[in-house]
């Protein structure tokens, strides 16, 4: 029975990784294809097809619309709330990462076609700052491109990030806390975050959204639903090292109560965690 069980429970979490990877797919697709339509209308009607771009129309689907940036970084149209923008260098209001990318963006040649990369930029349906992937392509001098937000991160981005802070606590364990509590040192990426349990005191010592955890008692978490959580994942470390767990939590990205799969790992005596969600 617990192996008919199991092998149920991983049916359910692949099907759930081939959804989220279908939704990614169709966004991407359905940003190509706007992209697509933009060029063709830019071909058309060149520099006249800003103002259609800047309006709200044709050009923007949900949260995915068209913008354009000369090759000197100058916003020309937007479809988005980047729109109180045209006019500006927008490498102005980027962060010192990005900006780099940007400048990046700017050098490739007209003849390269399609090309992608992905950034972070204020999601206008929820007004948070999220993971955005982009699609854009160059016209001369100028460069039209389509992105849409990646709200939930890959099952491979949260090991990843446990992995990452594993390896950080053994080599400074009291400054990886630190940093995790401080939300900083790259232990908060949209909606992975990194928490950490005391095995012997069984109490969360580190959390990487929120710190009135911090202290209290992992043995007596419990989900939206009166759900035991802590318990189990505590009885499953006691027989081994790592390990998967499902249960519902609050997406801190959408807000909204959804799966959760947690990746866990002993590290000496500390548990230390990362969750993906899928809808």
């Not at 204020?122 to 999220?130: F, L, P």
């Not at 400074?172 to 012997?200: C, H, M, P, R, W």
Request: charged letters at 25%; hydrophobic letters at 40%; proline letters at 4%.
């Amino acid at each position: 029975m617990k192996a008919l069980l199991r092998i149920t429970w991983l049916l359910l979490v692949c099907a759930s990784q081939v959804h989220a990877a279908t939704a990614q797919e169709e966004d991407a697709e359905a940003a190509k294809a706007l992209l697509q339509k933009a060029l063709a209308y830019y071909q058309s009607n060149g520099d006249k097809a800003l103002a259609a771009f800047s309006r709200q129309g044709e050009f923007v689907d949900h949260d995915r619309y068209v913008f354009v940036v000369d090759t000197q970084g100058v916003l020309l149209a937007s479809g988005g709330p980047s729109s109180a923008l045209i006019g500006r260098d927008v490498s102005e209001v980027l962060g010192p990462e990005l900006r780099q990318s940007f400048k990046d963006a700017l050098k490739v040649p007209e003849n390269q076609g399609m090309q992608q990369a992905d950034y972070r930029w204020q999601n206008w349906n929820d007004g948070k700052v999220e993971h955005k992937h982009v699609f854009y392509q160059r016209v001369g001098e100028r460069i039209l491109a389509v992105g849409y937000y990646l709200p939930r991160a890959t099952p491979e981005q949260a090991r990843a990030l446990r992995n990452k802070a594993v390896n950080a606590l053994v080599k400074d364990e009291a400054g990886t806390l630190k940093s995790i509590n401080s939300l900083q040192g790259g232990f908060l990426q949209d909606d992975l975050y990194v928490f950490v349990v005391d095995l012997d005191t069984r109490r969360y010592v580190a959390h990487g959204t929120t710190l009135r955890m911090i202290n209290t008692d992992f043995s007596k978490v419990k989900d939206p639903d009166g759900r035991p959580v802590g318990e189990p994942i505590l009885k499953m470390m006691t027989e081994q090292d790592q390990g998967e767990y499902k249960y519902r939590w609050q997406n801190p990205v959408t807000g909204k109560v959804e799966n959760k799969h947690a990746y866990v790992r002993k590290s000496g005596h500390f548990m230390v965690a990362v969750g993906y969600y899928s809808p």
